[in-house]
DNA sequence: TCTGGGGTCCTAGGACCC
DNA sequence: TCTGGGGTCCTAGGACCC
């Protein structure tokens, strides 16, 4: 008990209070870190992936060109489009050595992907000196990664992250304490970390178009829009409350592999499929025994011409890392799949893991039954 | 714009248990 | 006989992020 109530003292404290927060998000990562190795694309339009553009440099930008967009069409936009092969081990390389220099400018760094990281520096930086401080930070990844880095300041996460995403590319903005809610208003509710086009399209289709819209119209309203998860986490954002915790420590949970078939993927057998499965679950039964993890539940992923998606998992008495083990259940899970793949078409199988066995895994929940 | 590979979190219903 | 209040676990689908 009184683990828990420490526990629930540093949760809420840290999450009811504005804090200091950076957000440190590279610009353009994979295509910064071809063209930092690769003088000569430097300059020039640059994709890393030619069937699917998996980072866009900025010149490829200028010319229309977006990551996640089809090969095909950023060629016909940018016809001198440069197109490299992916290099992830040098992607892994460069965002370790940006985040030991993340490091050493705030006690606490979460990770939040491969290539952007908040950072807390309530306790370490007076609040007139947090502009220096990230300019520090922006000067010191450049001088010893040699890559472009955008940084937001603001009060919590949310501000942070949305302020990089303004001051890109290689820029600052630092929003001050008083200015969130100036700051926040006037944007599209499509700009807050978390609401995407989906949610977006319900909120634009119910009236509210900009966060003010969704401060005015209250918590009850956009839990009925949005869910009460979501619906709550913006009303918070949009009255300035929403102050999520910057976690240091985030364990994994799940792994996963999948393969994109193509139009082809219409035609394959049950066993070629099969044998594709058997591929994936190899691989994941290779990363999960390299971290020394087991899961208990197996998930098939579908998805389909139409772009419909389709889901079918079984658990396991047992946690378990072992692909032939894995390949089993997968086998079953794809046999139970058998009638909605005859009439829809695949086009991508996939191979996730989820129930990690592990000792600490747990929650405590607080009821509060507040009117 | 016609789409890769890796993740996280939320919602909801059902079966079961005391 | 019907029911309150408290739980657990599993499955499936959806939205979102980089």
Same mark, same amino acid.
């Given at each position: 008990l009184h683990g828990a109530r420490a526990w629930c003292e540093h949760v809420f404290v840290s999450r009811s209070a504005p804090r200091l927060i950076l957000h440190a998000d590279l610009d353009a990562f994979f295509a910064s870190v071809e063209q930092r190795d690769d003088p000569g694309l430097r300059g020039r339009p640059v994709s890393v992936g030619g069937g699917v553009v998996m980072a866009a440099s900025y010149e490829a930008r200028a010319r229309g060109v977006r990551s996640a967009m089809g090969g095909g069409r950023a060629r016909r936009l940018c016809p001198d489009l440069v197109v490299v092969r992916p290099r992830f081990d040098a992607y892994v390389e460069a965002s370790r050595a940006v985040f030991a220099v993340l490091d050493r400018f705030a006690? =606490?760094? /979460?990770? &939040?992907?491969?290539? /952007?990281? #908040?950072?807390? $520096?309530?306790?370490?930086?007076?609040?007139?000196?947090? *502009?220096?401080? !990230?300019?520090?930070?922006?000067?010191?990844?450049?001088? /010893?990664? &040699?890559l472009p880095i955008s940084v937001g300041v603001g009060p919590s996460k949310v501000v942070a992250k949305v302020a990089s995403g303004m001051a890109k590319p290689d820029g600052l903005l630092v929003v001050e304490p008083d200015r969130e809610l100036a700051f926040l208003h006037p944007l599209d509710v499509g700009r807050i970390w978390g609401i995407g086009p989906a949610s977006a399209q319900k909120l634009h289709r119910s009236g509210i178009r900009t966060v003010g819209d969704a401060a005015r119209c209250g @918590?009850?309203?956009? $839990? !009925?829009?949005? *869910?009460?998860?979501? *619906? =709550? =986490?913006? @009303?918070?954002?949009?009255? *300035?409350? /929403? #102050?999520?915790?910057?976690?240091?420590? %985030? %364990? %994994?949970?799940?792994?996963?592999?999948? %393969?994109?078939?193509?139009?082809?993927?219409?035609?394959?057998?049950?066993?070629?499929? !099969?044998g594709t499965l058997e591929g994936l679950v190899d691989r994941i039964g290779r990363r999960m025994t390299g971290r020394g993890d087991a899961g208990r539940t197996v998930v098939l992923r579908l998805r389909f011409g139409d772009f419909t998606r389709a889901t079918r998992s079984r658990s396991l008495p047992r946690a378990t890392a072992d692909p032939a083990a894995l390949a089993s259940v997968a086998r079953t899970l794809l046999n139970d799949a058998r009638p909605v793949i005859a009439s829809r078409g695949l086009t991508l199988v996939g191979i996730t893991i989820t129930g990690l066995d592990r000792e600490d895994d747990g929650q405590l929940v607080l009821d509060l039954g507040l009117s």
């Open positions: 006690p =606490r760094v /979460e990770r &939040g992907s491969i290539d /952007e990281g #908040f950072l807390d $520096v309530t306790d370490v930086v007076a609040w007139p000196d947090v *502009g220096a401080h !990230a300019a520090a930070l922006r000067a010191a990844v450049r001088a /010893e990664v &040699g @918590d009850a309203a956009l $839990v !009925a829009v949005l *869910g009460r998860s979501a *619906g =709550r =986490r913006l @009303d918070a954002i949009a009255h *300035g409350r /929403e #102050f999520q915790r910057v976690q240091t420590a %985030r %364990r %994994r949970r799940s792994y996963g592999a999948q %393969r994109a078939l193509g139009s082809r993927g219409r035609t394959l057998t049950h066993e070629e499929i !099969a």
